[in-house]
């Protein structure tokens, strides 16, 4: 299993870009790399994954380094309903998510 | 289309009693996981199924928790008997065998 690195915490002024940054040194090299959020209250949320090249959706765009060792999740304008704790992991095909602490992040109006 | 289910949502019990969780995974979803999810802590794997069969229960405490998946579709989870330590929130998520997992809201569980 990928050991992940996130920073504990993150504050962001809405509207703004959000970079939300992950170390992943350990890596094997067929896992991906999957972010998900948690919002308080809720189950975690699937935000994206990707392989090797970087990788975009509706909800945000994650940026991984040539050599794997790092990623990061884009959030393009951050929304007061994007604060959470936002996990970032990996594994491949339906490997059981492996969470550290993740980085909460807290938007500011 | 329809989330992961689980019920209840809160459950408060006193220790050495016991407690049973239910998850419904989203139709169709083949492989299904139980999580448990500490104060303050991200998500940690309890057990694993695909279809009715288990995967992965290397990090289940077997002496006082146990899981089913009957006819490949719910699932409960039970503690007995529980301890002050078991106090967590317990996920359920589901996937198709892809790298997207669907969690439903989880069981807030209280032991006293």
Redesign the interface.
Known sequence: DAKTTQPNSMESNEEEPVHLPCNHSTISGTDYIHWYRQLPSQGPEYVIHGLTSNVNNRMASLAIAEDRKSSTLILHRATLRDAAVYYCTGGEGNTPLVFGKGTRLSVIA | EAG?AQSPRYKIIEKRQSVAFWCNPISGHA?L?WYQQIL??????LI?F?NNGVV?DSQLPKDRFSAERLKGVDSTLKIQPAKLEDSAVY?C?S?L??????????TRLTVT
């Open positions: 992961v492989t996981y303050g802590q991200g998500p940690k794997l694993q695909q992965d996920l998520a996937s065998g892809g790298a997207q997992q669907y969690f439903g809201p989880g």
